[in-house]
């Protein structure tokens, strides 16, 4: 089959196409033909070694395509099934064996290529708005890199739960994708001279105080702004590292800044069981088949320039989802 390996640790330049045997499903499990891959922050920490694994391996752990064969004990999944997935390792590759209980089921009017593009981080984005806090109406929150793509679903699902958005962003183009989405406000943080010492100015006047929360993908950069918009007793969500991770600081800044609360949640603990696994992502692929939530596909790479894709995502030249395409 094709895949796409990473030799060594490094950079995109690691990552080279390879030929490699079929894998075959063992119990309990799926072989799916990949429709596409997803290309997510995480696979390039596990390219350059900044997350320990092995080399050499296939990156990647999200993806959709269609069941070729199934398992000892598989029942409720059949050949010809549509499903996708957001935690299976090797999914830069034509075959990708799947674990039915983290299996999702793809439902009918959702193409493949959306259903790659969604489990990781729609489902990022739907436990950070229904569960690390659950938004509710008439909160004013920020979403920081609101044109990516957990920011595009994040600031759609919070303003279906009727909050008012802020977001922020680094080019006009971004800009209106963010307002696109739903973004009451947008703050382009590429234009100011100091985005620790403005940024908290401009957001507590737009929303006319202090914040109850905000969901901070970016990490190093925007840490100590995002502490500086919270209200008492506000939540800084920290879910991902963009800029680089949050050195160590002193937890007398939280007494100092209002008894502030801070999480940094990851995924897999809010997608533990397959219940709460599908429960998500039916509500997501339900919301994108009616059209109410819209899947940004940003940047499509066929396998073999999975560098380029690495490349762009790095260099933050995307929007919205980037994928592989296996066609």
Known sequence: MRAIQAGRAGGPDVLEPADLPEPTPGPGEVLVRTAAAGVNFIDTYRRSGAYPMPF???????GAGT????????????????????????????????????????????????????????LTAHYLATSTYPVQAGDTILVHAGAGGVGLLLTQLATARGARVI????????????????????????????????????????????????????????????LA?????????LFGAASGPVPPFDLQRLNAGGSLYVTRPTLGHYIATTEELRGRAGELFAAAQAGTLQVRIGARFPLAEARGAHEALEGRATTGKVILELG
């Open 56 to 62: 050499p391996h296939i990156p990647g752990s999200e």
């Open 67 to 122: 069941v070729t064969a199934v398992g000892d004990g598989v029942t409720d999944l059949s050949v010809g099934d549509p499903v996708a997935w957001a935690d299976s390792p090797d999914s830069y590759a034509e075959f990708v064996r799947v674990k039915v209980a983290r299996a999702i089921p793809v439902p009918d009017g959702v193409g493949l290529d959306v259903a790659a593009a969604l489990p990781l981080q729609g």
């Open 167 to 226: 977001t922020t962003v680094s080019t006009a183009e971004k800009e209106q994708l963010s307002r696109a989405a739903g973004a009451a406000e947008v703050i382009r943080y590429d234009l100011l001279k100091d985005l620790t010492g403005e940024l908290p100015g401009l957001v507590r006047e737009l929303a006319g105080g202090g914040l109850p929360v905000v969901y901070d993908g970016v990490g190093r950069s925007t840490f100590d702004a995002s």
């Open 229 to 237: 918009c919270l209200r008492p007793r506000g939540l800084m969500v």
